[in-house]
């Protein structure tokens, strides 16, 4: 059992950045950022593999930026953020290998979630 605890988030005016920060307590194979706003289903935002490959969802490419360090710590910066970036920010991992090209951005790859940490972006 891997426990993840997420911290970073907050509020920020349009435009704005905040780094999302994730410590995971035991080892893992891939880590991903994942978003829930109220109403819509859960989202892959970014992942990123052992070997640091990377992985991003479209409504965040060239914005966010994935990257995890060897303690296992897995962060997240967000620049020029929107309105539609609100969302409760997950962080999970999982405890398998994958072999595709890139990491996935599916929940159900990953196997440990941590409890969240809300991301507000408004004028």
């Known amino acids: 059992q891997v426990q993840l605890l997420e911290s970073g988030g907050g509020s920020v005016q349009p435009g704005g950045s905040l780094r999302l920060s994730c410590v995971a307590d035991g080892y893992t194979y891939v880590m991903a950022w994942f978003r829930q706003a109220p109403g819509k289903e859960r989202e892959g935002v970014a992942a990123?593999?052992?070997?640091?490959?990377t992985n991003y969802a479209d409504s965040v490419k060239g914005r966010f930026t994935i990257a995890k360090d060897n303690a296992e710590n897995l962060y997240l910066q967000m620049n020029s953020l929107k309105p539609e970036d609100t969302a409760m920010y997950y962080c999970a991992a999982r405890s398998l290998a994958w072999a595709p090209p890139f990491p996935p951005l599916s929940t159900d790859r990953y196997h440990y979630w941590g409890q969240g940490t809300q991301v507000t972006v408004s004028s």
């Open positions: 990123i593999d052992s070997d640091g490959r």
